[in-house]
């Protein structure tokens, strides 16, 4: 997550195809369209694998600055997520993501279905696109957990949760709350 480290300096406001963009760093721009000034970033995927057989799910524990910031913690449970990149499906984001953050190696045979899309909030143009993804052995290669480069991303770690357990964990945001219900759904949990 250095994405918001990476500002770059203002630049002259221009006109977008559908507004004036107002501001713009590697990774986002902040419009103004119809008197609404709002931020305009790529969509993310968020995924929890389940393995089955094993009764586990793959969660995060990240080192997220904004939230350590505001609660001082330096560790947050969250899902296995990321940004879709210019051109990319959300199914291959999952899949990039799986390698990078869980070093799941999914084979060509799993078939990745996103379950809901919508909009992170008002003020964003950015859409989150989920996915429960139940695994079997015969679906993956473990390899090494790859990153994607940033200094946070290397302190933090995908994290084994048995199912018995799903009760007790302490989410640290709203989408990782709601794809552990979806889990419960799932896997028909009480």
């Given at each position: ?12 406001s221009s ?11 590697n ?5 103004s369209?119809n ?10 995927v968020?995924i ?5 057989k ?5 969660l ?10 505001k ?7 969250t ?17 990039r993501?799986l390698?990078?953050?869980?070093g799941?190696?999914l084979?060509?045979s ?16 950015s859409?989150f ?10 679906d ?17 770690k995908?994290?084994?949760v048995?199912?018995?357990n ?16 979806e ?8």
């Open positions: 997550m250095e994405k918001f480290s990476k500002i770059q300096n203002k630049k002259e006109e977008d195809t559908k507004g004036k963009v107002t501001y713009e760093t990774f986002w721009k902040s419009i369209y008197s609404w000034e709002f931020i305009d970033e790529n969509d993310s968020c929890i694998p389940i393995f089955v094993e009764n586990k799910i793959f995060r524990m990240e080192v997220i600055p904004p939230f350590e910031y609660d001082g913690q330096e560790f947050h449970l899902c296995i997520s990321g940004t879709i990149e210019e051109g990319e499906k959300p199914e291959n984001c999952v899949i993501e390698r990078e953050e869980a799941l190696l084979r060509d799993v078939k990745i279905e996103i379950f809901d899309t919508f909009y992170k909030s008002k003020g964003h143009t859409r696109h989920l996915c429960i993804l139940p695994l079997s052995l015969y993956y290669d473990e390899v090494i957990a790859s990153g994607d480069g940033s200094e946070t991303e290397a302190l933090s995908t994290v084994s048995d199912i018995k799903i009760d007790r964990l302490s989410p640290s945001d709203v989408i990782t709350r709601l794809m552990i219900l889990v419960k759904k799932y896997m028909n949990i009480q």
